[in-house]
């Protein structure tokens, strides 16, 4: 497949055999984007028009990836030996700080330029970049005080991701340590500093970007700070994100330090409403899923990295009883691929509670657990993202993914279990091309220009690992 001719506008006119349209497959599909690298058409049971290029096999829209630090992408694989007697989150933490206090912006953006082919060729077209590494390791602000937040933009800019920018209100190092860490001097941004990059950031939005706004976590910034920040944006159009009861440790804290469990005083001081992301949410008691479920919030799981960090798992049960949203994320980068994280969503409640499908629900017409999975974290994704619309829908991106019916894992699969193999048959490298806006990104199985990025890439490592290792 060549490039189209008109990708100076994103503008196309394809046709899919078979395309996900309102939550089933439907056959014979034409996709037309506009100029910005918007579907204008969405049209099931059309033949092929002679003037549509006709895709290569099955298409799904593209997923959003709802949660992603970039640069922790440079110890993937390099934090799996015991270092400790009681290696845990917090032991990993100390590790993770390591590679935040030694990268530069050059540095970050080669590992995210890396990192974001490699979601691309995982089947996410967007990410949710909760970025806390602000400033220059003693604290300074850069010379550009967005200089990380530019790397970044520049890495999705050149993969072909779409990217939301998210800086993060952090300010203290726990909830009864009001100061920060000497190694977490660099992620220091109060609430007005957070706004303030907002503003920047939105300034800057086109097809592929757009900015909101995070708090890193209850235990890392003060009631006062989280009120001000929830204020200044009272009227933005971006999602809020927070990490929230991820460890048990950081509701344990909360209890004392406030009385209230982190949820239940994030709903108890009226801060939650529908743009607000509540990252991992593991640790949960009925009442506060209740709580987010009338807010209209949205929790975003990470299954791989909760599992790496020994986290816990979410009450998928109860969240799907509730109907509260659940977008997916791949956090730590320990995977990038969307079928691993929805396999591990289900894996881990299988284990739990000794029986299988728990996500499905027959009895509301949703017998396939992948394709409930799936659907739930697309939706939530776009939402995540602070996208109106998202999915092969009029209004939203012109982002897809073409299938490849010859990868190893999907031959000989009916049609109508595809979703189910995608998600519950491994290994597979199925995503034959990806489209973010209109524009091809991946082709083939290439994403465009691999070898340089794996390149700067691996000089950033060498420089990292050659030392300092276990
Ligand atoms: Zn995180």
Same mark, same amino acid.
């Given at each position: 497949m060549s490039a189209p001719a008109n990708s100076a506008n994103r503008a196309g006119r394809w046709w899919a055999p078979h395309a996900w349209l309102d939550g089933r497959w439907q056959d014979d599909v034409l996709l037309v984007s506009d100029s910005g690298g918007r579907w204008a058409t969405v049209q099931a049971g059309?033949?092929?028009?002679?003037d549509a290029q006709k895709l290569a096999g099955p298409v799904l829209p593209g997923l959003v990836?709802?949660?992603?630090?970039?640069?922790q992408r440079a110890f993937a694989g390099l934090s799996?030996?015991?270092?400790?007697?009681?290696?845990d989150f917090w032991s990993w933490r100390d590790r993770m700080y390591r590679v935040a206090g030694a990268v530069t912006p050059d540095d970050v953006q080669a590992i995210a330029t890396h990192l974001y082919r490699e979601l691309l060729a995982g089947g996410y077209t967007h990410v949710c970049e909760f970025h806390?590494?602000?400033?220059?390791?003693?604290?300074a602000p850069h010379a550009d005080p967005l200089a990380m937040s530019h790397a970044l933009k520049a890495a999705a800019e050149d993969a072909g991701i779409g990217l939301t920018l998210l800086p993060v209100l952090y300010e203290r190092a726990g909830f009864a340590q009001p100061a920060l860490r000497q190694d977490q001097r660099r992620f220091h941004l109060d609430a007005d500093g957070v706004w303030r990059a907002h503003q920047a950031l939105a300034a800057q939005s086109h097809a592929t970007f757009n900015a909101g706004v995070a708090v890193h976590s209850l235990r890392a910034a003060a009631p006062a700070s989280v009120h001000r920040l929830a204020q200044l944006a009272r009227g933005m159009d971006g999602p809020v994100h927070l990490h929230v009861a991820e460890q048990t440790a950081e509701v344990e804290d909360c209890l004392s330090a406030t009385g209230r469990r982190p949820i239940e005083w994030l709903a108890a001081e009226g801060l939650?409403?529908?743009? &607000?992301q509540l990252v991992h949410a593991t640790h949960t008691v009925p009442a506060e899923i209740d709580a987010v479920a009338r807010a209209g919030s949205a929790a975003v799981i990470c299954p791989s990295t909760e599992a790496n960090l020994g986290d816990g798992l979410a009450d998928l049960p109860g969240w799907l009883d509730a109907g509260v949203g659940l977008a997916i994320g791949?956090?730590?980068?320990?995977t990038r691929s969307w079928t691993e994280e929805l396999r591990w969503m289900e894996y881990g409640q299988r284990l739990l509670?000794?029986?299988?499908?728990? /996500? /499905?629900a027959p009895d509301l017409g949703q017998p396939a657990t992948a394709a409930r999975l799936w659907q739930l974290a697309l939706d939530a994704g776009g939402r995540a993202a602070g996208q109106a619309a998202w999915g092969l829908?009029?209004? /939203?991106? /012109?982002d897809l993914l073409v299938i490849d019916t010859a990868d190893a894992a999907l031959v000989g699969v009916p049609g109508d279990h595809r979703l189910d193999a995608l998600v519950f @048959? @491994?290994?597979? &490298?199925? &995503?034959?091309e990806v489209m973010v806006a209109g524009r091809w990104v991946v082709q083939a199985h290439r994403a465009r220009s691999t070898d340089p990025t794996a390149a700067r890439f691996a000089d950033v490592m060498d420089r990292l690992w050659r030392t300092d290792r276990p």
């Open positions: 059309v033949p092929c028009p002679p990836n709802a949660h992603s630090h970039a640069f799996e030996r015991r270092e400790h007697a009681g290696d806390y590494l602000q400033h220059q390791p003693d604290g939650l409403d529908p743009r &607000w791949s956090d730590s980068h320990v509670h000794r029986k299988r499908n728990l /996500a /499905a829908r009029v209004g /939203a991106r /012109a @048959s @491994s290994p597979g &490298w199925p &995503w034959r």
